[in-house]
C-alpha cells in the first residue's frame, strides 16, 4: 500500500488550504485513516481519524476549523483545513491501517508540509 499525500503550501492566518492523499488500494480496505501532524521539535500527534463504519474523530484543537472525508470516486483521504492558525503550522501525514486475521499494518504517506504565516 501506498499513500502519497499532496496539497499543503503557504497560507495566511485565516486561510484555507486542502490536503488529499492518494491511495494505491482500496479506501475500502482501511479498517482506519486520516492525519497526524509534527511540528518542528515537536512529537507527532493525530489530527483527525476516520474508522470505517464508525465516527470521525478529531484533536481538541481543530475541532469545528478541519474536516476529514474521504472520497471513493477519487479514492482519496482529504482533510479541509479553516480557519488557519500559525501554530498549525507542520509537517502533516497520512495515515492508514488494515486489520488482517487479528494482525494490523499501518500504513503511512510521506508528508506534506503546511506553513501558516502570522
Known amino acids: 500500500v501506498q499513500l502519497q499525500a499532496s496539497g499543503g503550501g503557504l497560507v495566511q492566518a485565516g486561510g484555507s488550504l486542502r490536503l488529499s492523499c492518494a491511495s494505491s488500494?482500496?479506501?475500502?480496505?482501511?479498517?482506519?485513516m486520516g492525519w497526524y501532524r509534527q511540528a518542528p521539535g515537536k512529537e507527532r500527534v493525530l489530527v483527525a481519524r476516520?474508522?470505517?463504519?464508525?465516527?470521525?474523530n478529531y484533536a481538541d484543537f481543530v475541532l469545528g476549523r478541519f474536516t476529514a472525508s474521504r472520497n471513493f470516486a477519487k479514492n482519496t483521504i482529504d482533510l479541509q483545513m479553516n480557519s488557519l492558525k500559525p501554530e498549525d503550522t507542520a509537517v502533516y501525514y497520512c495515515y492508514a491501517d488494515q486489520l488482517f486475521s487479528g494482525s494490523k499494518s499501518d500504513y503511512w504517506g510521506k508528508g506534506t508540509q503546511v506553513t501558516v504565516s502570522s
Open positions: 488500494a482500496s479506501l475500502h480496505s482501511f479498517n482506519a
Open positions: 476516520i474508522i470505517d463504519g464508525g465516527p470521525t
